[in-house]
């Protein structure tokens, strides 16, 4: 049984910075990316940033690229997004997702995905 449990969600002012983490368990076997999605109310899903299991290569949305930084610590199979310059645009529900493969920000084959953790920005 694969999990992907979200946490670090919250409600800050504009300008502000959150940290995301998301921990996996289960096999996740053949999986070659890992990466944060986002949606919010009334719009299509977004793909914010993909980090490569194998190589550790990242690739972010042009909408969050300079302040956002995706990471990861192998050895507590835990997923993380910083979150920096916050911005109310950015409020959505984050979504971490393990998939069997990917081009860029693009994902295929098998895809995981935890429920989601809230992220709210005030102006």
């Known amino acids: 049984q694969v999990q992907l449990v979200e946490s670090g969600g919250g409600s800050v002012q504009a300008g502000g910075s959150l940290r995301l983490s998301c921990a996996a368990s289960?096999?996740?076997?053949?999986?070659?990316?890992m990466g944060w999605f986002r949606q919010a109310p009334g719009k299509e899903r977004e793909a914010v940033a993909t980090i490569y299991t194998d190589n550790g290569n990242t690739y972010y949305g042009d909408s969050v690229k300079g302040r956002f930084t995706i990471s990861r610590d192998n050895a507590k199979n835990t997923l993380y997004l910083q979150m920096n310059g916050l911005k109310p645009e950015d409020t959505a529900m984050y979504t971490c997702a393990a998939g069997e493969g990917c081009a860029g920000l693009v994902y295929y084959g098998r895809v995981y995905w935890g429920k989601g953790t809230l992220v709210t920005i005030s102006s």
């Open positions: 289960g096999n996740i076997g053949g999986g070659s990316c």
